[in-house]
């Protein structure tokens, strides 16, 4: 089957979003999640961490600082997106937030789907984070559509491995949608398909390259 796959930051979804909304919803709400769940099994993560890396025994309140610390260096920490990602689920039932969407991507989506290709997920969020922000989006729950979801479990974003190891579950036949020349250039290696989105203004890129999916027929 035809794969269409799909970066989200800056490609489906504004990068705002994640770092002006998402992120300080996090920052904001993390001490106060950790002091309702002080038992929470990723905490053993974060204090395996702060021992290996600062030979410290951590108490709670250290655990909330480390967290909060890894939040405003955009760590990718397991124990912090598995935290995040609770914190966020909330944010979106409560409707505090809607995952953002560019407007030309479910009516390309819609088309596509229609034409036999399956629409997939590749993105630095996890999974956990990546089907909130398509299940709470501003254009409703989007899950139904997407078949396939692949965080860094796969690989970094910039290897080529990781599209390798992408392709053995969805096959050989897929275009890549992102606006980071270097991850494209990993896919291509892989022998991917390979588009460049601009959400501003097209610049010169070795990749096709396009501003809205309206522009793609695939
Ligand atoms: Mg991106």
């Given at each position: 089957m035809k794969t269409l796959l799909f970066d989200i930051e800056g490609t489906t979804t504004d990068i705002n979003f994640v770092h002006k909304v998402l992120f300080p919803y996090s920052l904001e709400r993390m001490e106060a999640f950790i002091l309702r769940h002080p038992q929470h099994p990723a905490l053993d993560l974060v204090r395996k961490t702060l021992l290996e890396e600062k030979n410290i025994d951590a108490n709670l309140e250290t655990c909330i600082e480390a967290l909060i610390g890894w939040i405003r260096t955009d760590r990718k920490h397991g124990a912090l997106k598995q935290i995040q990602g609770e914190i966020w689920q909330h944010g979106y039932a409560a409707g505090d937030f809607k995952g953002h969407l560019y407007p030309d991507v479910l009516p390309a989506w819609q088309r596509w789907l229609e034409a036999g290709f399956q629409i997939a997920i590749y993105s630095s969020g996890s999974v956990q984070a990546q089907k909130l922000i398509?299940?709470?989006?501003?254009?409703?729950?989007?899950?139904?559509?997407?078949?396939?979801?692949?965080?860094?479990?796969?690989?970094?974003?910039?290897?080529?491995?990781?599209?390798?190891?992408?392709?053995?579950?969805?096959?050989?036949?897929?275009?890549?949608f992102s606006d980071i020349s270097e991850e494209l250039d990993a896919a291509k290696l892989a022998g991917f398909k390979t588009v460049q989105v601009f959400r501003d203004e097209v610049k010169p890129s070795a990749h096709q390259s396009i501003k809205s999916f309206s522009e793609f027929s695939a």
């Open positions: 398509f299940g709470y989006s501003s254009e409703g729950d989007l899950t139904p559509i997407i078949s396939h979801y692949f965080d860094t479990k796969v690989g970094g974003k910039r290897e080529v491995e990781s599209y390798l190891n992408i392709q053995k579950v969805i096959g050989p036949d897929v275009t890549f």
